[in-house]
């Protein structure tokens, strides 16, 4: 079992940044992936981004650019950094952990993010 625990959402003007964590605890696989999705009212949940422990990244095409996902092994935590935050990045951010090879997604509680115009 994996437990996710998230942080950092809140409500931001935009062009505002805000950064998002998450720690993980549990039965950590050494190879993993973990990354950030999120679901804004009425829609379906999406990729944000994700980062392999080995570091490489993988963006939605919505946030490259403005988005950095990042992480510290040693902690088992995953980050994200959100920067120039638009309206539309609204949503509950949740963050996600698998292994590798891939067994199952555990999911954290989710953390809200208001981005006002």
């Known amino acids: 079992q994996v437990q996710l625990v998230e942080s950092g959402g809140g409500l931001v003007q935009a062009g505002g940044s805000l950064r998002l964590s998450c720690a993980a605890s549990?039965?950590?696989?050494?190879?993993?992936?973990m990354g950030w999705y999120r679901q804004a009212p009425g829609k379906q949940r999406e990729l944000v981004a994700t980062?392999?422990?080995?570091?490489?990244?993988n963006y939605a095409d919505s946030v490259k650019g403005r988005f950095t996902i990042s992480r510290d092994n040693a902690k088992n935590k995953v980050y994200l950094q959100m920067n120039s935050l638009k309206p539309e990045d609204t949503g509950d951010y949740y963050c996600?952990?698998?292994?590798?090879?891939?067994?199952?997604?555990?999911w954290g509680q989710g953390t809200q993010v208001t981005v006002s115009s």
């Open positions: 996600n952990y698998r292994s590798l090879p891939y067994s199952r997604d555990y």
């Open positions: 549990g039965n950590i696989f050494s190879r993993n992936v």
């Open positions: 980062i392999i422990s080995v570091g490489a990244t």
